[in-house]
């Protein structure tokens, strides 16, 4: 027997937890690159992969923005029915610009104690006017400033809030609105909005049901390509499991792999549905043209891009995660 | 350090190993010999905890391994350094990441990192060839790269599983220097190897596998005896 004492050293560092969550922090990042890297190892595959991610997240997107559009152009709003209410004309062209918008806002304040009403606004005679020439296009501000005196009455806009009871509140609501002084008559479509709003909901279903599809389908491609990569790195994971590597860390390079699949097919989802938009731009030029009509395009905003840049990658770590925490345990050198 | 208790190891029916015991001492250096199937790599795999007896219990360190799990088998990997024959050295690192696989895992500051891979690599005498990748290197210096990496994050224990087995006999007798170098430093050596004009030469215990059961140099107190009735019993056996 031996007698001299052992002169090993630790053999897990002793650090202090700065260094540690350090050491920590510098072992993901290296991974993050290294998973980043092995991407580009393989162009050609790597770019299939990616192609199919985008194509699956673009799908719903694009279905999304026409939604969205679609319901932009008919004027149809989510938030709930609209309702228009015209106020008198004023007697005169001094009362019109002075105190008789100021009648009107109190007018809108009043109109928004009334129940049912989720949203007012009041709009001046002076502001329907330059909608309209927004509307009508560049070739009708001729005609309209050959008019003597502004022809539109200033109107209180009333979005009534969504309910069981959307037609009865929305009668009520219009008979008590029209019983006031100042206002000539109201106007609503009832049975138009319930209509639209049946079909945007029936869409956004469909929209919804695909979103999921798809999404299953991303977390899939992505499955199968952290499987074929943990398959093609069998040797570097045993080797490391011998020298103490724990199933986490054995897990790491994949669940790098499966975020940056998703983070980069979503980013190239994005620049394709931004390209479509664009497109579409492009294309509604003539058609604007020859309807004289200004068509305000509603692109991707920055929100719901963030949204979809991040359930993506995180799809991309789940479908990295179910995979590897079944192939990666059962690979133990024999 | 490593202590076997009534170890038996079945495969299928088939007995690896039977009914084990011996003690091996902090700092001992002893060989695991028996021909090929005799079950030397299954006694080395029980340390590991690659395998599981199928009764008696392996101890490390008076601590049994029964019930280590999970990710506390990975860290009782990073206290043994284990050689292999066929070293598993990954062809797609340099000679130095390789060398800086254990450290890595055991999340080591990459300071320390380059310090220490620096010094195993200087200790295998295989400084000067960081930067090469293991294809490039002779089946000697290979199996020093191996060695380098067992030894990087100063393991206690140290394993080797026929670490001569693909080398002439003079690069085997520098690696068996290099091996016994470590011992002197203070670290526990078990080698399992049939080099048996190798083991003559060193004065150390040899533990005799034959057929899953040992026969010889199960105690410390047999090593004299053992030593000298080795080349005996081994030439009856082999």
């Known amino acids: 027997m031996r007698d001299t004492p052992l002169k090993q050293g630790a053999t897990s560092p002793a650090l202090s937890w700065r260094d540690q969550l350090r050491v920590w922090r510098?072992?993901?990042?290296?991974?993050?690159?290294?998973?980043?890297?092995?991407?580009?190892e393989k162009p050609l595959a790597t770019l299939v992969t990616l192609t199919m991610l985008a194509i699956a997240i673009a799908l719903p997107t694009l279905l999304h923005l026409g939604v969205k559009n679609v319901s932009s152009w008919v004027s149809y709003s989510d938030s709930g029915l609209e309702m228009t209410a015209y106020l008198h004309m004023p007697t005169s062209q001094v009362q019109a610009n002075t105190d008789f918008n100021s009648e009107g806002q109190a007018l809108a304040l009043r109109v928004a104690q009334l129940s049912g009403v989720k949203q007012v606004e009041f709009i001046s005679a002076q502001d329907a006017?330059?909608?309209?020439?927004?509307?009508?296009?560049?070739g009708s501000i001729d005609i309209i400033d050959s008019l003597p005196a502004n022809p539109l009455p200033a109107a209180i806009r009333v979005v009534v809030g969504q309910g069981p009871e959307l037609a009865s509140t929305a009668n009520a609501l219009a008979q008590k609105i029209e019983a006031l002084p100042e206002v000539e008559s109201v106007r609503f479509n009832l049975e138009w909005f319930q209509k639209a709003q049946a079909i945007v909901q029936l869409v956004l279903r469909i929209n919804l049901a695909a979103s999921v599809l798809l999404g299953m389908g991303v977390v899939l491609v992505i499955g199968n390509t952290v499987r074929v990569s943990i398959a093609s790195r069998r040797e570097e994971i045993l080797v490391?499991?011998?020298?103490?590597?724990?199933?986490?860390?054995?897990?790491?390079?994949?669940?790098?792999l499966g975020v940056w699949l998703g983070a980069t097919g979503a980013a190239m989802a994005l620049i394709i549905s931004f390209a479509c938009m664009y497109a579409l731009t492009y294309y509604m030029k003539p058609l604007e043209a020859a309807y004289s009509t200004n068509i305000s395009i509603q692109h991707l905003s920055a929100n719901t891009a963030l949204v979809i840049f991040l359930a993506s990658a995180s799809l991309g770590w789940v479908g990295s995660w179910v995979i590897c925490s079944n192939q990666i345990s059962k690979l133990e050198p024999e | 350090m490593i202590e076997f208790k009534s170890v038996s190891k079945v495969y299928r029916g088939q007995r690896a190993l039977a009914d084990l015991s011996f003690l091996l001492d902090r700092g001992e250096m002893a060989f695991l010999t028996g021909h090929s199937g005799a079950g030397k790599s299954t006694l080395l795999k029980l340390i590991?905890?690659?395998?599981?007896?199928s009764a008696g219990e392996v101890l490390i360190d008076g601590k049994t391994l029964t019930k280590v799990r999970g990710s506390n088998i990975a860290r009782l990997r990073r206290n043994i350094g284990f050689v292999y024959q066929s070293h598993h050295l990954l062809s797609d690192r340099n000679v130095f990441e390789n060398v800086a696989l254990p450290l890595m895992v055991a999340g080591f500051h990459h300071r320390d990192i380059a310090r220490r891979v620096r010094a195993a690599l200087d200790k295998v005498g295989l400084l000067s060839k960081e930067k090469q990748s293991p294809a490039t290197l002779?089946?000697?210096?290979?199996?020093?790269v191996g060695i380098a990496r067992a030894v990087v994050n100063k393991p206690p224990i140290l394993l080797a599983d026929e670490p001569t087995g693909n080398l002439d006999p003079q690069l085997s007798a520098e690696i068996m220097?290099?091996?016994?170098?470590?011992?002197?430093?203070?670290?526990?050596l078990l080698i399992a190897t049939h080099d048996l004009a190798l083991i003559a030469k060193m004065p150390h215990r040899s533990l005799i596998l034959r057929q899953g059961q040992l026969i010889g140099g199960t105690h410390l107190s047999d090593n004299v005896a053992s030593e000298r009735a080795a080349p005996v019993d081994l030439s009856g056996h082999l």
């Open chain 2, 138 to 144: 002779s089946g000697g210096e290979q199996q020093r």
């Open chain 2, 177 to 188: 220097q290099l091996l016994h170098d470590f011992n002197n430093a203070g670290v526990t």
């Open chain 2, 48 to 53: 590991m905890l690659i395998e599981r007896p």
């Open chain 1, 129 to 138: 006017l330059l909608r309209l020439e927004v509307i009508a296009g560049a």
């Open chain 1, 240 to 256: 490391a499991k011998l020298v103490g590597a724990t199933n986490a860390y054995a897990r790491r390079p994949f669940l790098y």
């Open chain 1, 26 to 40: 510098d072992s993901h990042r290296l991974f993050a690159k290294q998973s980043f890297d092995r991407l580009w």
